[in-house]
Every structure is written in C-alpha cells, then in structure tokens.
C-alpha cells in the first residue's frame, strides 16, 4: 500500500493573511499576539489542506523564513543580536528585516535598527532566504521551542506530523564564514545539537523527521561528501526515523554517497530524476523510498496515466516502502486553484496548485493500491485535459516559430565595442562623475493601488485611471528632480509587478487572480502563466516612459524587464525546451527596446535579476545554459545605435563565479546588490577586469534602515579600490517599490550627498 506524504505547504495563505498579518505587526497597528493568532489559523488550515495524506509537516511554516529558523534553532545568531532584551519574535525580525515592529523598537532604543541578514535565492528558485553567519569561533546552541510547539498543536488537533529541519550539511553549505574559515570545521560543535534536537521531537511523539539535504543534488568535493558519513553515522541514535529529503535535480555520483547513510527512508525528486529511480531502489534494500512523482516548482497538471505506467511496476516492487510525495516543499506554487474564478476555463483545466497537486498524490496512490479502475473517471478526465492542452491552438503560433528561426548570429551584437560606444553616449549625455540613479521602481502608494484596483474593478475608466498615473509619475520626478538625481526613472506607478505587468501585454500569457507565491517574508509575487508561443501585440512601455521624459531636461532611464527574468519569474510551459521560451520573449522585448529608442529614450535598463537564478546547480550543466541566457539578453539589448545606452540589473545572487557570461552580455553599465554583502560581490573584480561600468548597489532597500552618508562613501571607496572611479555609477542596491517614501527621500539625499563629496574628493587627488 503506497503510503503519502507532502514535504512542505505554502504558508502564506491562500489570501496572503500571512502577508497583511506581518506588515500591521510592524507598522506598529496590530499586536504581536494577533500575528501569532493568524499564524496559529495559517497552520490548521493548511494542515485541514493536506488531511487526505498519511503524514504532514510540522516545522514548514515560519513567520519569515525557514532557513533564518534554523539558524535561531541552532542558536547561531550573529553578536549584533546577541544582547538583545526585547521579545525574542522581534530579534528574529531585526535579523530578517533590520528592525521590527515599531514598538519594540521604541522600547529598545539602545538597540535600534541593525544590519539585517544578507539574502540570498534558495538553491535556483524565486524564494530567498537568510544566509547564516559563521565565523571560526562560532558556537551553537539548541531551542527547539519553535518546532516543539507546532508539534503539540499539530497533535492537539489529531495530525499526524512530520517535523521537517535543514540538514546540518546544508545549513553549513547555505552560509557564509564571514571571516574566510572553512565551515566545515563547524561540523563537530553543530552536530550535538542536531542529536540534541532529534531526542526531543522523538520524546514529543515524532516517529519520522524530515530533515533536508538539498545539497546532495550538486558535486560535492571529498571532505564533503565524507562530512555527510561523519555526521549521520553520528545522527543515527534510534530516537526518530530519518526520512533524507532531496530535491531540485539528480543525486547522480551521490547516489551511492545516500545508499551508505544509516537513514530510515529517502526521498528522490522523481521529476528531476526519474532516471534514478531503479537506481535508487536497487540501493536501499528494506528502506523507505520516498518519490516525487508530482513537480512542486511548476503549475502544470500531472500526466497520470503516464506516470502510473513507470510508477506501477515501482510499486509492485515496493509495496509498504513506497511512499509518495511532491518533488519539493509546494512553498514555490500558490495554494489553490479553486480561488481563480476569471481564468480562462480551458486553460484552468491544465494547472494544479498546491492543493489540487495533493489531491493528484491521493489520486496515483489510491490507484497504485485499489487498482486504476478505483480512480477511472479521474484519470479520463485528467487525459482529456492534457490532450486538449498539446492540441490547443493557444498554445502554438506559427508565426512566431517562424521569426525564432529566422535569427541571425548579428542579431546580439551592438555596432561597435564597449571602448567606442562609451565615449558617444557620454558625449551625449554629459553625465558627472560617480552619476546617480535608481533602479527604476519609487514606492507604490495607498493611492496607487487604490487607483488600479478601481480600474480593474470597474470603478474608473480608463483616461481617469492614466490620469492618476500620470500624477503618480509627475510627483516622482518632482522628487527625484529635488533630489538632485543626475539619470531619473519614471517609477513604475503603473507596474504592479515587474514580469506581471509585462506578461499581461504579451501574447501567449494568463494570469490567476490569487496565485500568490512567497518571495521573502512578506513579499508576494504573482507569477504569470506562460503558457504559449510568446508575441508582443503592441507597445508596453513607451507612452509612460515618453511622458515621463517630457517632464525634465535630464537623461530618463526607460525601465525594462529582461527575456531571462521573464522566464525565470514565470510559470513557464514544460512542453518546449526553456532555451526556446526564452528566445521568444528575447524577440518581444527587443521590439520594446527599439521602439523606446525611437521615441528618444537614450537610456535602457533591462533587468536581469533573476540570470543567476536559473543556472544549473551543477557546474558541469552551467555553460550550455549560460549561451543561451547571455544570447537572449544580446537579442533584446543589441539592436539599437551606440549612443544609446543599455544597463542592467542583478539583485540577490552570487555573481563571482559567472562573471565572465556577465561581461558577455555586453550592457553598457551593469548595477548589482552589494549592500548586504559589505562589497563582497566586488572581490572578483580582483582578478577580473571587467570591462564596462557597474554600479554597486550602496543601500539595502529591503530594509527600513536608513543608511547614512558615511556609510554609502565607505562602501563606494571599497568599490573604488577594484574598479576605476570613472566607470562607478551611485545606486540603490534594487527597486523602491516596497518602500516608503519616508525612508527613501533621506535615503537618496544622504546617496547624493555622498556621490557630491566622492566627486570632489577624487577631482581634488
């Protein structure tokens, strides 16, 4: 009897309670005990969600991120928040955020805002976690209150659970030694309080923990990959069964390195690695073998029958030691389809959110154990709706099969080199030394959204609604003019995303009206469905951007998303190679960057933030999808005249080891998040002369802390030590849309101030 099981929920709720919960504790408009009172309705809810399955997880919901409470399971806190004496929720926030409510602040004066947690994107997904901070005299110590109390009330309300915990290998790899120590000498300090940590769920009624090892899904070197004998050997003490979680790709030469693990049970990511699944079997005799047989990253129904056909004789083989599972946490996928009541019913009929991917897991094991006949009329039904998607004409459009093929190897290059080019577009643009900018977006207001939702509900027409707008963008170049800002944006006040917005002007998109994901913390995005050949009908950008220009006499940045990003930040078709998808937004946006050059935009930022994101986790797999990424980039950007001037953007990665792709996409000016990580990004500048002009983000914008004028030189002067001032560009780290405009007016004074005085401190040397 295949047996099922679910490795994560969304936690956000199905209406972002979640969300809205968070932002009024710290606005200082909602107690702490209503934060946990939506916490505690979150968990039952979800928890009624699953209850077709035979185990739940306990430990996957967090009031802001999964790994950040690890790192407080662990005891691992950085000195900055060591001596705090306030509620320990709100030193969890100030680690997160960089400060918490605003209460708690009042009450901690002494203790105000600090350097939040550098973030970072979980392994290649959307959601960004913590980083965890070593040092070679860090020391650990166990709480388990956290997962012990969701424990007890999960058992209060007759579940049973399944406490799921970050591996200590992977929490190791996931961090960063601050001073250059090898991390791994961490290992024998940290394991006894993993031991400490599995006795006490096992004394609180746990038989099973999950507890995951996504690592073991790249190449890992030998001290590694001996670490993981050391410390399970040392982990196996009978106090719980361990299920060994494994997800996002293939184990391949790890295979035998899990086989050898005293653990109870492994899951494999059969979406990933369905080749392995023999594999696996043959490996671990008499064990557990858990399989994701349904894809916990994408929105796309499963193939039933089809995976029946390979799971079937699996599951004769198997029988009880069969359990059956999504490929991952379902954290990356909104959490029920059954909120969407405008989309388009053919196209509903071919997706599956969260909890429609565990009524499929219910589905293959009833058929798995009573036989398909038991479950016929759903599996004809799920037939029909992956017939009708392969056969729908939305889905396929010759034309722009047509213009793919049709591309030329001159398509993505610019006319001339770097060198050339830079010298026009500063003839051009005449901008200073250490020139000011934004990444594109200012705070999207109260007014603004109440704007937009009256036009989508009907409220307001179209001209009042462009009207709004348009004040929304005159009132940010009034500041940005005040400012004294030398290249200015117009603010995106009619984005509500920066792929949704895109995605609902091309053809080939659909849109959910509550599939919300989680981002970080309280930070939501709302993935578009690519769901076909992709086209552009008509302009997107150009008449906001134009009307914005002429409103000022300074140089206006028109603001872009990238083909990579668009991709990376979607829901994106599994029936064509991604390479493909990508090439075809690459020829939307570029008929976007052309128009915009021919209404007299010079400057054109298009944003690459997620290009890191989709690279492989494999090294051996980078390069191929490393071509195909920087060449979409190069089709969309290299189109216009030298004088016209291309930036981009990357936010949230480790670029280091991909610098050399990011110097082959050719940009102009490239601007990249270096805040959090004090100018670390910048250290492979030491060994590689990158050859165009870059701008080091010098404030976290994901943080209400206000960064000082000292502070922004002190970081630049860094940034100045690797690369030459005259190629130096002054800018925050991302957009400002989550921010308000309290914070960000003596945000960007205080960064002007200090690209002034950078000025003239390097014109007087």
């Known amino acids: 009897m295949a047996f099922t099981h679910n490795l994560g929920f969304p936690r956000i709720g199905a209406r972002r309670e979640l969300k809205f919960a968070l932002e009024a504790y710290w606005q200082g408009a909602s107690p702490r005990e209503a934060l946990f009172e939506t916490g505690a309705m979150l968990r039952a809810r979800h928890w009624r969600d699953q209850a077709g399955l035979n185990l739940l997880p306990v430990g996957d919901f967090s009031f802001y991120d999964q790994v950040l409470d690890m790192s407080f399971t662990l005891g691992n806190l ?179 390195l899990v086989a050898t ?217 009034c500041e940005q003019e005040k400012l004294g800002l030398d290249v200015l944006v117009h603010g995106e006040a009619e984005r509500n995303d920066m792929v949704e917005y895109f995605g609902e002007q091309l053809d080939g998109y659909a849109f959910s009206q509550a599939g919300w994901v989680q981002s970080y913390g309280s930070r939501c995005v709302k993935p578009p469905i690519l769901y076909g050949d992709i086209s552009r009908p008509k302009p997107m950008t150009v008449e906001w951007i134009s009307y914005a220009a002429s409103l000022t006499a300074k140089p206006m940045k028109g603001m872009l998303t990238g083909p990579v990003t668009i991709l990376n930040w979607s829901f994106v078709r599994d029936d064509q190679p991604r390479s493909v998808s990508c090439t075809q937004l690459a020829l939307a946006i570029r008929e976007e960057v052309l128009d915009l050059e021919e209404a007299g935009v010079r400057i054109i930022q298009i944003d690459e933030a997620a290009l890191r994101e989709g690279l492989p986790l494999r090294k051996a797999e980078w390069r191929e999808y490393l071509d195909w990424a920087v060449h979409a980039f190069r089709i969309t950007a290299n189109g216009v005249a030298d004088e016209t001037q291309i930036h981009t953007h990357m936010c949230y990665s480790e670029f280091n080891d991909i610098i050399e792709a990011i110097a082959g996409m050719d940009a102009d000016v490239i601007t990249i998040e270096t805040s959090r990580s004090d100018m670390e990004l910048l250290d492979v500048f030491e060994r590689f002369a990158y050859p165009n002009e870059i701008g080091p983000g010098v404030y976290d914008i994901h943080s209400p802390n206000i960064p000082d004028q000292a502070q922004i030189i002190a970081l630049m002067t860094k940034a100045a030590l690797r690369i030459p001032p005259e190629r130096l560009w002054v800018n925050p780290d991302c957009g400002l849309k989550t921010r308000q405009w309290s914070e960000v007016t003596p945000a960007l004074t205080n960064m002007v101030a200090a690209a002034r005085e950078l000025r003239a401190k390097t014109q007087a040397a």
């Open 261 to 477: 693990l005293p653990v109870q049970g492994v899951h494999l990511d059969a979406i990933n690695a369905r080749d392995e699944v023999e594999a696996l079997v043959a490996a671990l005799p008499g064990r557990i073998i858990s399989l994701g047989v349904v894809n916990g990253r994408n929105i796309w129904k499963t193939d039933l029958n089809a995976t029946l056909s390979w799971l079937e004789p699996v599951s004769d083989r198997l029988g009880k030691r069969l359990w059956l599972a999504p490929s991952c946490s379902l954290l990356h996928v909104p959490v029920d389809l059954r909120q969407e009541q405008k989309l388009n019913d053919e196209i509903k009929s071919w997706l599956a959110f969260a909890v429609q991917k565990l009524e499929e897991i219910s589905l293959l094991a009833k058929a798995l154990n009573q036989g398909r006949r038991a479950v016929a009329a759903e599996l004809a039904a799920n037939a029909h709706a992956i017939a009708t998607r392969h056969s729908s004409k939305r889905v396929n459009n010759p034309e722009v099969k047509a213009a793919v093929a049709a591309i030329t190897p001159e398509l993505g290059n610019r006319q001339s080199p770097f060198a050339v080019r830079s010298v026009k577009q500063q003839a051009q643009l005449k901008l200073p030394l250490y020139p000011t900018t934004t990444i594109g977006s200012f705070p999207q207001t109260k007014a603004i959204r109440l704007a937009r939702n009256a036009f989508k509900a009907g409220n307001i027409d179209e001209a009042a609604y462009k009207s709004a707008m348009r004040a929304e963008i005159k009132h940010a170049l």
């Open 78 to 256: 950085p000195a900055r928040v060591r001596d705090w004496h306030g509620e320990a929720l709100d030193n969890y926030f100030r680690l997160a955020r960089g400060r918490s409510a605003a209460g708690a602040e009042d009450h901690a004066a002494c203790c105000g805002g600090i350097a939040a947690g550098e973030m970072t994107k979980w392994f290649d997904t959307n959601y960004h976690y913590i980083v965890p901070e070593f040092d070679a005299n860090t020391s650990f110590s166990f709480d388990a209150s956290r997962l012990l109390a969701q424990l007890a009330e999960a058992k209060a309300q007759g579940v049973t659970a399944k406490p799921v915990i970050i591996g200590p290998l992977t929490y190791l790899a996931l961090g960063k030694a601050k001073d250059g120590s090898d991390k791994l000498a961490l290992l024998p300090k940290l394991l006894p309080v993993y031991a400490e940590l599995l006795a006490a769920l096992g004394t609180a009624g746990a038989e099973w923990v999950q507890i995951d090892e996504p690592i073991l899904v790249t190449e890992l070197d030998a001290p590694w990959r001996k670490a993981f004998e050391t410390a399970y050997a040392g982990l196996n003490k009978g106090a719980v069964k361990l299920l060994l979680a494994t997800y996002f790709g293939r184990l391949r030469e790890n295979l035998p």
